[in-house]
Every structure is written in C-alpha cells, then in structure tokens.
C-alpha cells in the first residue's frame, strides 16, 4: 500500500508535463494521491459494478481506465491544487495514472 502511494505522488507529480495539466509542488501531488487513493477504495468497487452492469459487461476490457477516469475528476473538483483543462488532457493524465497503478499492482504480489 505505501509502495503504491509512493508510486501515484511520482505520477501525480509528473503530471504536469501533460498539456492542461497543473499540480501544484510536491505537497499537492502526495494530497491528490491520498485523495485519490481513499476515492478508488471507498468508491473504486461501486464504480466498477456500475460500469460492468450498466455496460453489459462490455466495460470490462477497459475496467480500470474508466475508473480511475472518474476518480480523477473527483480528485480534480475536490482539490485547487490540482487543474485538469479539458477532456483531452484529462485522459491523458488517466493514461498516465492507469500505467502508473499498473506499475504499483507489480509490487503488491
């Protein structure tokens, strides 16, 4: 769990080399990936049952990319730290997190 956490602050606070995205410093970036990672567990699984029923089952290919799309639209309204502009920059900055959680699952085993 902390090895994930370490993990999203560093993807939090490289984001800002994605156009439209601005974390203010290192202090930001370690909020928005607390807030963030409280979101994915208190709403994380609700989510994903919503998607996977309302879809048919056919969001289960991109499961984890459609979650973590609107728990960083919550992370952004719920924070003036973070500032996402625009739907573009917002999933590019999805891409980057879903790699970055990727990335972090590896150490969970």
Excluded at 4 to 10: D, E, G, K, N, T
Excluded at 84 to 107: E, P, Q, V, Y
Aim: proline share 2%.
């Amino acid at each position: 769990m902390i090895i994930r956490f370490i993990i999203l602050v560093a993807a939090f606070a490289l984001m800002p080399m994605i156009p439209g995205v601005k974390v203010k410093g290192i202090g930001a970036a370690a909020g928005a990936a607390l807030l963030f990672v409280l979101l994915s567990f208190f709403l994380g699984w609700a989510l994903k049952a919503m998607l996977v029923l309302g879809t048919l089952g056919l969001a289960f290919l991109a499961l984890n990319f459609l979650t973590n799309l609107i728990l960083l639209w919550l992370t952004d309204k719920a924070l003036e730290d973070v500032e996402i502009k625009g739907f573009g920059s917002l999933l590019l900055a999805t891409l980057w997190l879903t790699f970055a959680s990727a990335i972090a699952h590896l150490f969970r085993r």
